[in-house]
């Protein structure tokens, strides 16, 4: 009897899995990575995230400058965003070793749309 695959499709969201690799024999092979507990890859949202904020990442938590602004706005947001989906109806404690993060106007939700718009 064949049993619905609950992972079909998958594997295409998946950054990397369409690359061949040589093998011993010498033909190439669809990559197949059996060590994700090491180096998981990354899924393709993510990695077309990164790339368009990429020209824009700067120091996180430290400079005064646009870009660092802005690169601490996405990291603030991605970080409360993680921990909202990870823990919900929960309220988490911050350490006392944690800074505390400067509220982002929201204007900086503006600036990114500015500067990440495409003509």
């Not at 090491?38 to 430290?62: E, N, Q």
Request: net charge positive; aromatic share 10%; hydrophobic share 30%.
């Amino acid at each position: 009897m064949d049993y619905p695959n609950p992972t079909r499709g998958l594997r295409d969201l998946v950054a990397g899995t369409e690359i061949e690799v040589p093998v011993l024999d010498g033909t190439r092979r669809r990559y197949i990575n059996f060590d994700n507990a090491a180096s998981t890859p990354a899924l393709k949202a993510v990695r077309d995230g990164i790339d368009r904020f990429l020209d824009y990442y700067s120091s996180v938590h430290r400079g005064t400058g646009f870009k660092s602004q802005l690169a601490t706005w996405a990291y603030e947001q991605a970080r409360h965003q993680t921990l909202a989906s990870s823990a919900p109806g929960r309220r988490r404690t911050r350490a006392s070793s944690e800074r505390t993060p400067p509220r982002r106007p929201t204007s900086w939700r503006a600036a990114w749309a500015c500067a990440t718009a495409t003509s």
